[in-house]
């Protein structure tokens, strides 16, 4: 008959209950099963350059914009193609507002939008032509497609110490950013990548590739993580949440 008691018997019998054969013993009430409600993954766009969209080997989910997305729980929306910026045109022959209206705003609206880039204007041999006018009316194409989505501008990244023109770049951005009054992260004045990669100085020798440009794996995960940083005083790292 030993064989033939149950587990959960037994369990009874070790916390020092008892029961026998003849006891009839009550019926257990079951608790209704607690529903959670489901949880709407925020849509975030994020338009950019070789960083965000990626290069031969790096998809874009395997940019630091798909490391945000899935360690905040977005559902993220990558666009944008390598050597672009707001003016400069890469390969592709578009910059970015042509790659806006082409990729991404026909689409419904997200709950929030990031523009990441200028590396490539920086690039340029007069990389302020035209660059303010078209940051300008690329941020405002998208506050009048989409009014209430936080839009957020992101300054250009670097492999390493940045050049003067890549300063200038970036404070026509500030610029810019500050007369449409959208929030403006700066990874050059904040030093999310430091030093020369062939010199071995700073972090760009841990975070940055042999081409001294783009980020190793370990350095899109910590361009993410520094992007992170700087939208949670926003209140920008859970997009779509009251």
Known sequence: MRRKISYGLAVLALAGCSASASTKQPEQVKADPVVTPPVKAPVV?????????????????????GDIAR???????????PGTG???????????????????RWRPAPDMVMVVGGHNDATLKKPLLGLNDAALKLLGDIKTRWPGVPLVL??????????????????TLAQAAASQQVPFVDPLREMWITGNRSKHTGNADLYIRKDKIHPNAAGNSYLADRLIMSLKPLGLDKPGQK
């Open 71 to 81: 360690k905040l729980g977005w559902q993220v929306i990558i666009a944008g193609h």
């Open 86 to 104: 707001f003016v400069a045109r890469g390969s592709i022959g578009m910059n970015f507002n042509q790659l806006y209206n082409e990729q991404l």
């Open 154 to 171: 992101v300054g250009p990244m670097w492999g390493g110490d940045p050049t003067h023109k890549a300063l200038l770049v970036r404070d």
């Open 45 to 65: 766009m994020v338009l950019g350059d070789s960083y965000t969209a990626g290069i031969p080997g790096v998809p874009p989910e395997a940019t630091y914009a």
